[in-house]
């Protein structure tokens, strides 16, 4: 099986990805399009010339990779909604697992704020897994939603039911994970997951939304309306 976990930043992503990657029979890739997303885009993101330096630049040889001969049973692929550009052709999502993680928008943006400076909607990725998720729809597939929020909340009875919904046996191992750095690490890892390498399992439940201001709350109302359309169709825990 391949998975392909769809969602945009801060939105526990990478600890997702640390608990399927911790199962003996998984193995991990991390934003496999991040290279082509920036050298595409011309994008100043931190560790900019690094990320180009460390993976494919060609969105075509990046899918070839992702269908690669792999000694894992399965293997999971942590993608950014934003990174698929126009200039990325779908048809390979007819051959993955598509599952989506959802973050409330007021979360994302006031996590995400603390590392970038500028932000956009385009930047969080809300209105890209939108039309992801409407293209997968497309494909005749019924896509898996599932909220940060409910695997934060009781991370096992989550993982169970994400599992059972693609056809996944459980494994507890998901549970939990080594803290540091993982071989499967983008090379970005240094400037965006030292919370998550600190991390040896999911944290606790979130308290009360953040409150947001000036731009910051003009772009949450943007990305409210199609978190919750997405919300709609999120598994019940």
């Given at each position: 099986?391949?998975?392909?976990?769809w969602s945009?930043?801060?939105?526990?992503s990478t600890a997702?990805?640390y608990s399927?990657?911790?199962?003996?029979?998984?193995?991990a890739?991390?934003e496999?399009?991040?290279a082509a997303?920036?050298?595409?885009?011309?994008?100043?993101?931190p560790?900019r010339k690094?990320?180009?330096?460390?993976?494919?630049?060609?969105p075509k040889?990046?899918?070839s990779?992702?269908?690669e001969a792999?000694?894992a049973?399965?293997?999971?692929q942590?993608?950014?909604?934003?990174h698929?550009?126009?200039?990325?052709?779908?048809?390979?999502?007819?051959?993955?697992t598509?599952?989506?993680?959802?973050r409330h928008?007021?979360?994302v943006l006031?996590?995400?704020?603390n590392k970038?400076?500028?932000?956009?909607?385009?930047?969080?990725?809300?209105?890209?897994?939108l039309?992801?998720?409407?293209q997968?729809?497309?494909?005749g597939?019924?896509p898996?939603?599932?909220?940060s929020?409910?695997?934060?909340?009781?991370?096992?009875?989550?993982?169970?039911?994400l599992?059972h919904?693609?056809?996944?046996?459980?494994?507890p191992e998901?549970?939990s994970w080594?803290?540091?750095?993982?071989?499967f690490?983008?090379?970005w890892?240094s400037?965006?997951?030292?919370?998550?390498?600190r991390?040896?399992g999911?944290?606790?439940t979130?308290?009360e939304?953040p409150v947001?201001?000036?731009e910051?709350?003009?772009?949450?109302?943007?990305?409210?309306?199609?978190?919750?359309?997405?919300?709609?169709?999120?598994?019940?825990?």
């Open positions: 099986m391949r998975i392909a976990m945009g930043p801060r939105n526990l997702l990805m399927f990657a911790n199962r003996m029979d998984m193995s890739v991390d496999p399009f991040y997303y920036l050298n595409e885009t011309g994008l100043d993101h560790m690094e990320v180009i330096l460390s993976q494919n630049v060609d040889l990046v899918v990779a992702l269908f792999d000694t049973v399965h293997s999971y942590k993608h950014m909604t934003q698929m550009l126009p200039c990325v052709l779908r048809d390979w999502m007819r051959e993955v598509n599952v989506f993680l959802i928008p007021a979360r006031a996590s995400f704020a970038y400076d500028g932000l956009t909607l385009a930047d969080i990725g809300f209105v890209q897994q039309e992801l998720f409407d997968v729809c497309a494909f597939q019924v898996v939603v599932i909220d929020a409910d695997i934060r909340a009781n991370p096992e009875r989550a993982l169970r039911a599992c919904a693609i056809g996944l046996e459980w494994d998901m549970l080594p803290a540091g750095p993982k071989p690490d983008g090379v890892a400037h965006w997951y030292d919370a998550v390498h991390s040896t999911f944290a606790d979130e308290g939304l947001l201001s000036g910051l709350q003009v772009i949450n109302e943007k990305a409210l309306p199609i978190y919750e359309r997405l919300a709609a169709h999120k598994l019940s825990i």
